[in-house]
C-alpha cells in the first residue's frame, strides 16, 4: 500500500473521532503519534535520514485526503513535519542521533516556536532573547500560538541574540519540553482547530547547553523562512480537502431533502451555488497543485504559493458558507463536519502568514515588475 492510500486509510480511522475531538476541546495526541509513527511524520525527511523523501505534489495529495477529514490533525503532522525534515538536513550529529529516530517514531512530537504575542506578522520583531552563559545559553520571553504545544516534546525556539542586529541576531535552538524555566501554557480556547493543540509558551531563565544551538545567529531568521512557500502550499491542499468535504456532504443532503414537493438539488438557485462551489474547488486544486509542481521542479514559487493561499483559503470560507446554507438550519449543527471545516477555513487564513501578508508579497512582486503569471 503505497503513502497516499494510506492516507486514505488514516482519515478513515480519525473520521469517527474528529467531532470529539472538537467538543472536548482537546488535542488528537494519540492519533497525531499513531500518525507519525505509520509514516506520515517524515514524509519530507530524506530517505538516507530514514524518511519518505515524498515530493510536494504527493505530499499535497496525502495532506488534502487527511485535511478532508481534520484539518488541524494534518496542519500538526505538517509542523512536525518541517521540524524532523530541518533536524535531518540541518542538524548536528549529536541533534540528529538525539531526536530524529524519535520524532520518526512518534514518541518525539515537534513545534516551532517562532511567533510571539506583539510579533506575528512581523517576525522580525521578536523579543524572546538567548544571552550567552558560560558553556550555554539562557532564553527569556513568550511565545504564542505554537501548534501542538500542548502535548508536544520538542521546541524549536527562535531568540534574539543580539538586538542590534536585527535578523542577523535571530538564532534557534531545539529545547526539550522538560527544560527548566520552560513552561507550556494552557491551551488556546478557538472557534475551531483544538485537536492541533494551539497554546503558547512562557520562557524565564531557561538554560540549555551549547548543544541546543540549532541554527546559529544570522541563519535562524532565514532558516524560518525557508520552506514557507511549502507550507503555503501544503495548508492550500487541506483547505481543497476540507471545501471537497462540505461540498459533498451539501450535496448528498440536498439530494435526499425534500421541501415543497421536490429535493433541495431540484431548485435551481441551490443547485447553481453548489455549481460555484465546485467552480472555486476546480480552481483551487488547480492553483494548488500547479505551485506544488513548480516546487518540485526547483521554480521560484514564492508569488505562485501567496496567489494559491490567498484563493483557497477564501474559497474555503466562502464555499463553505454555501455548503452550510444550502443545508439549512442543519448546517448550523456544531457536531457536523461541515461546520468544523468551516471554522478550520477561518483560521486558515492566519496560518502560514495571513490573507493581508500574502498580499503585501502579490503587491510587491507587481510593484518590481515580475511577471503576474509567476
Known amino acids: 500500500m503505497n503513502m497516499l492510500e494510506q492516507a486514505h486509510t488514516l482519515a478513515a480511522r480519525i473520521a469517527p473521532l474528529a467531532a470529539g475531538w472538537e467538543d472536548a476541546r482537546t488535542m488528537a495526541d494519540q492519533e497525531i503519534r499513531y500518525a507519525i509513527k505509520s509514516g506520515f511524520g517524515s514524509l519530507l525527511v530524506p530517505v538516507d535520514k530514514g524518511g519518505h523523501g515524498a515530493n510536494n505534489v504527493l505530499t499535497t495529495q496525502?495532506?488534502?485526503?487527511?485535511?478532508?477529514?481534520?484539518?488541524?490533525?494534518?496542519?500538526?503532522?505538517?509542523?512536525?513535519n518541517n521540524l524532523a525534515a530541518s533536524v535531518a538536513r540541518l542538524g548536528s550529529i549529536a541533534q540528529v542521533d538525539r531526536y530524529l529516530a524519535r520524532m520518526r517514531e512518534g514518541s518525539t512530537l515537534g513545534a516551532f516556536c517562532l511567533t510571539e504575542p506583539d510579533a506575528g506578522t512581523d517576525a522580525a520583531a521578536i523579543k524572546t532573547t538567548a544571552r550567552r552563559e558560560g558553556a550555554g545559553w539562557r532564553l527569556d520571553g513568550a511565545k504564542a500560538w505554537v501548534t501542538s504545544a500542548h502535548k508536544a516534546n520538542l521546541f524549536c525556539i527562535y531568540a534574539q541574540t543580539?538586538?542590534?542586529?536585527?535578523?542577523?541576531?535571530?538564532?534557534?535552538?531545539l529545547v526539550d519540553r522538560d527544560a527548566p524555566g520552560l513552561t507550556v501554557e494552557a491551551p488556546y480556547k478557538l472557534i475551531g482547530c483544538h485537536s492541533m493543540g494551539t497554546a503558547g509558551l512562557q520562557l524565564a531563565n531557561c538554560r540549555v547547553d551549547d548543544s541546543a544551538l540549532f541554527l546559529e545567529p544570522g541563519e535562524g531568521f532565514k532558516g524560518a523562512m525557508v520552506g514557507i512557500?511549502?507550507?503555503?502550499?501544503?495548508?492550500?491542499?487541506?483547505?481543497?480537502?476540507?471545501?471537497?468535504?462540505?461540498?459533498?456532504?451539501?450535496l448528498e443532503y440536498a439530494g435526499r431533502r425534500r421541501v415543497f414537493g421536490r429535493n433541495l438539488l431540484d431548485f435551481q438557485g441551490l443547485e447553481w451555488m453548489l455549481a460555484d462551489v465546485a467552480t472555486d474547488l476546480h480552481a483551487a486544486r488547480l492553483m494548488t497543485y500547479d505551485a506544488a509542481a513548480k516546487l518540485d521542479a526547483g521554480e521560484r514559487a514564492t508569488v505562485a504559493a501567496a496567489h494559491t493561499k490567498k484563493f483557497t483559503t477564501r474559497a474555503a470560507m466562502a464555499g463553505l458558507t454555501q455548503c452550510m446554507q444550502a443545508m439549512g438550519a442543519a448546517g448550523l449543527r456544531a457536531e457536523g463536519p461541515v461546520a468544523r471545516h468551516f471554522a478550520a477555513a477561518k483560521v486558515a487564513q492566519y496560518l502560514d502568514g495571513?490573507?493581508?501578508?500574502?498580499?503585501?508579497?502579490?503587491?510587491?512582486?507587481?510593484?518590481?515588475?515580475?511577471?503576474v503569471s509567476t
Request: aromatic fraction near 4%.
Open 229 to 250: 512557500d511549502l507550507a503555503r502550499v501544503l495548508l492550500s491542499g487541506m483547505c481543497c480537502g476540507a471545501l471537497a468535504a462540505g461540498l459533498n456532504i451539501a
Open 62 to 80: 496525502i495532506l488534502e485526503t487527511i485535511g478532508a477529514v481534520d484539518l488541524p490533525f494534518a496542519f500538526s503532522l505538517v509542523v512536525h
Open 354 to 371: 495571513t490573507t493581508e501578508v500574502q498580499n503585501i508579497v502579490i503587491a510587491r512582486s507587481l510593484k518590481s515588475g515580475l511577471s
Open 162 to 173: 543580539d538586538p542590534a542586529a536585527g535578523t542577523a541576531g535571530i538564532a534557534s535552538f
